[in-house]
């Protein structure tokens, strides 16, 4: 019964914004996290940003810390991602991902269920 669905993908030139948006369903909120992911051709999936929907605690990669802000809307099972001064490296499709009990929020196997992708192309 759970699902996790992302959209909100499209191409933006270098230095545009985008907003990813996760909805997530079937799940109950103790202990849940919901984190993005992204991953560019021939490249391992990391881990973008997570946020922790028990008590708002929030986590970003070093490479998109200060352009990326991660946020909740709990009224909408939602969760968003607002990406902002986007560079050609960002280029990737972007996963939700929702999990329990994370010990370690950027890795992948940490996660139990997974949206099926938004591409995000950014280039002039």
């Known amino acids: 019964q759970v699902q996790v669905v992302e959209s909100g993908g499209g191409l933006v030139q270098p230095g545009g914004s985008l907003r990813l948006s996760c909805t997530a369903s079937?799940?109950?909120?103790?202990?849940?996290?919901i984190g993005w992911f992204r991953q560019a051709p021939g490249k391992e999936r990391e881990g973008v940003s997570c946020i922790s929907i028990s008590d708002g605690s929030t986590y970003y990669a070093d490479s998109v810390k200060g352009r990326f802000t991660i946020s909740g809307d709990n009224a909408k099972s939602t969760v968003y991602l607002q990406m902002n001064s986007l560079k050609p490296e960002d280029t990737a499709v972007y996963y939700c991902?929702?999990?329990?009990?994370?010990?370690?929020?950027?890795?992948?196997?940490?996660?139990?269920?997974w949206g099926q992708g938004t591409q995000v192309t950014v280039s002039s």
């Open positions: 991902a929702s999990g329990y009990g994370l010990r370690y929020w950027n890795v992948v196997s940490e996660y139990d269920y």
């Open positions: 079937g799940f109950t909120l103790d202990y849940h996290y």
